[in-house]
């Protein structure tokens, strides 16, 4: 769950993995920012205020590889490629084929605006400076030369090993795209994580800004949204995390110091923001977002306008 804390915290609208947890008989896994989504040995998670659309296509791969296509307010479409390539494991031992080579790649590359990202476990100095003996690459630079795909990385070893008490890294997580779109995307790796990969971020801009008739800036949260009948489940969640969080706390009295009072408020003020980010749709700045806005409101407007039009 940790790559989904990362996601909350960059502000991510999607967050991709694999080999993600396995749950257990009779547990499902859930997170109060994001939808998630199962492949195989993918996952991939839609954060559930985000402004796009998203649309789940399948092009085989046996759950190896997830395909979206994406649609921005605007218009614009573009496709996301989640892709995990590795050996099956049967009863322990890795039998021979990787299911994500098996895919209908020719069609998934049929989309000039494609973003593909995941754990290739392939080693090429292409993409690896400080590569070991290249091994396992074949398909993926197949990929990048059959469709002229270009790798976005900034040089960073995405995965560790240890053998023998040595350990080595490697840079097998990353993305590649079509060179149209290579410029208009930065990458960051974050190694600091509990797993033996690091975590990469990727951001995306369009030359027009999408999303730019709506703020960024969070003016407040949708809190009868997420107490909706729809949303109960994930409301007991938030309001249960949030009390076991907050019951830690000293109760300040009247005895507290002034200083106490001010980094509790901090610490407040800070955790509250950061669960709400988390389990909460955000509400940004236009006129809709205002409490006074109703549909009474946006009914008046819509009369307005064909007054106008007449």
């Not at 199962?38 to 789940?56: C, K, N, Q, V």
């Not at 990787?98 to 754990?119: C, F, S, V, Y």
Request: a negative charge; proline letters at 2%; hydrophobic letters at 30%.
């Amino acid at each position: 769950m940790m790559a989904l804390e990362t996601g909350i915290v960059w502000g991510a609208d999607v967050v991709m993995m694999q080999e993600p947890y396995v749950e257990k008989e009779g547990y499902n896994m859930s997170h109060p920012g994001y939808r998630l989504i199962r492949g195989g040995r993918t996952m991939t998670a839609i954060r559930r205020d985000t402004h796009l659309e998203f649309s789940e296509v399948d092009k085989g791969g046996d759950g190896d590889v997830q395909v979206f296509d994406i649609r921005y307010p605007s218009g614009r479409k573009m496709r996301l490629v989640n892709v995990y390539d590795q050996l099956r494991q049967e009863g322990g031992v890795r039998s021979q084929g990787r299911p994500a080579q098996t895919a209908t790649w020719n069609e998934i590359m049929e989309q000039e605006k494609i973003l593909l990202g995941g754990d290739w476990n392939a080693h090429s100095d292409r993409w690896d400076p400080q590569c070991p003996p290249k091994r396992d690459a074949n398909c993926l630079e197949y990929l990048m030369d059959e469709y002229d795909m270009i790798d976005i990385t900034d040089g960073e070893e995405t995965d560790s090993n240890t053998r023998n008490s040595e350990t080595s890294g490697s840079l097998i997580d990353f993305f590649i795209t079509k060179a149209s779109m290579a410029d208009r995307l930065e990458t960051s790796t974050e190694l600091a994580t509990i797993s033996d990969h690091a975590v990469v971020c990727a951001q995306l801009r369009w030359n027009e800004g999408e999303g730019a008739k709506v703020s960024q800036k969070i003016t407040g949260w949708d809190l009868d949204g997420l107490k909706s009948k729809e949303e109960e489940e994930n409301y007991e969640k938030a309001k249960k995390e949030w009390e076991d969080k907050s019951s830690k706390r000293s109760v300040l009295n009247e005895k507290s110091s002034g200083d106490e009072l001010q980094r509790e408020a901090e610490w407040i003020q800070r955790n509250f923001v950061n669960h709400l980010n988390r389990c909460c749709k955000k509400v940004k700045v236009c006129a809709r977002s205002k409490r006074w806005w109703t549909a009474e409101i946006a009914e008046n407007r819509k009369i307005l306008g064909l007054i106008k039009r007449a």
